[in-house]
């Protein structure tokens, strides 16, 4: 807003200015009055008249001061009713005091007056509460279904964990049994090629069978994982690409199977694409158990102009949104990539 030199806005000088013409056309009104000794004091019927500006805008004033909406409405309407039941006092008392009349006929507007204000108010503030409540309401219910959610990949993840150790312990180890009789049976037909030739294909399949089963039950969860947790699984995997990945963790405590879950996911996905394209010397995961969430973070000093739309990339990020977290990727070309990944936990 416009100030002047005397620091004050516009709108308050103009205040100033209306509040001293107001009280010299009142002081003038009184001399000409005095001086001229006759009939009764009229210059009150002017101050009336003069005051009323006056005390619409300090109404006005206060009024503006509530927050905004159904309450500052209210506020109007009551400097409005007040006004209005000043004037009529005043006008009551003049006429009683220079007129002699003795009813007090404002009696009846004054009733109207609240009574439309009091309405007024009612159904102003009714409609506020209505708002508030079904904003709680709507607040429960987000609530309610983010914790649903939660439970449900909950028991997703619980539910994975469960088929990864049935193939691990059930067919896993039914077709590694079956790798060591083929064995031995092998080494019992020693005379007969054509049927030797069969065993150690069937040997070969049950090899390539259990290394699949063993690929998918690490692609649902990793033993290690569900063993030892996140960082036990994490140093693995650095281990396992040989990219000199330096890891730096402050976690003293294991996560809800989910939010490891998908932390370790991000993590080895982003390892990965370092080892496949980034042409890095060198990458890095660093993992936060802050008050609240889980924050990872991996980086590489490579080539970056990684896609951040990508589909392996979106699909973590769904994997995290479904948590309630978030999935940004930096990777500038030239400049190496980083994937900054938080979820919210307990």
């Given at each position: 807003?416009p ?11 103009i ?9 010299l ?17 009229w ?9 009323v ?19 500052r409405r209210?506020?109007?309407v ?5 006004v ?16 002699g ?19 007024y108010s ?7 509460v209505?708002v508030?409540?079904?904003?709680r ?7 309610a279904l983010t ?21 691990h ?8 049994a ?13 005379r ?8 150690h294909?069937?040997?070969r399949?049950a ?17 290690l ?13 650095a ?9 730096r ?5 294991r ?17 990965t ?64 990539t ?9």
């Amino acid at each position: 807003m416009p100030t002047l030199a005397a620091g004050l806005s516009v709108g308050e000088y103009i205040r100033s200015v209306m509040f001293r013409l107001a009280a010299l056309i009142a002081v003038l009104l009184s001399a000409i009055w005095a001086l001229d000794g006759q009939g009764y004091f009229w210059p009150a019927w002017a101050w009336l008249g003069l005051g009323v500006p006056l005390m619409l805008d300090r109404t006005a004033s206060w009024a503006w001061r509530h927050p905004p909406g159904a309450v500052r409405r209210v506020a109007c309407v009551w400097a409005l009713v007040s006004v209005a039941a000043v004037i009529l006092v005043l006008t009551w008392l003049l006429t009683w005091l220079l007129a002699g009349v003795q009813t007090f006929w404002p009696a009846w507007a004054l009733l109207g007056l609240g009574t439309a204000g009091s309405a007024y108010s009612l159904f102003a503030l009714h409609d506020r509460v209505l708002v508030a409540h079904g904003r709680r309401a709507l607040r429960a219910r987000v609530e309610a279904l983010t914790r649903a959610r939660r439970e449900a990949v909950d028991a997703q993840a619980a539910e994975l964990h469960r088929i990864e150790r049935d193939l691990h312990d059930g067919a896993q180890a039914r077709l590694v049994a079956l790798t060591m009789q083929l064995g031995r049976a092998e080494l019992r037909v020693e005379r007969e090629p054509d049927l030797r030739l069969l065993i150690h294909d069937a040997q070969r399949e049950a090899h390539r069978a259990i290394a699949e089963l063993r690929d998918l039950a690490r692609g649902i969860v990793p033993p290690l994982l569900a063993d030892r947790g996140l960082l036990a699984a994490v140093e693995s995997l650095a281990a396992r690409y040989g990219l000199g990945t330096s890891i730096r963790s402050d976690m003293r405590r294991r996560l809800a199977p989910a939010v490891e879950r998908a932390a370790y996911f991000v993590i080895a996905e982003a390892l990965t694409n370092t080892a496949k394209h980034a042409s890095a010397a060198h990458s890095w995961v660093q993992l936060s158990d802050e008050p609240g969430a889980l924050v990872v973070v991996v980086g590489d000093d490579g080539r970056g102009g990684a896609d951040p739309e990508g589909s392996g990339l979106a699909g973590l990020r769904a994997r995290v949104e479904a948590l309630d977290g978030s999935l940004r990727v930096l990777s500038p070309a030239g400049e190496g990539t980083v994937v900054e990944m938080g979820i919210p936990c307990v």
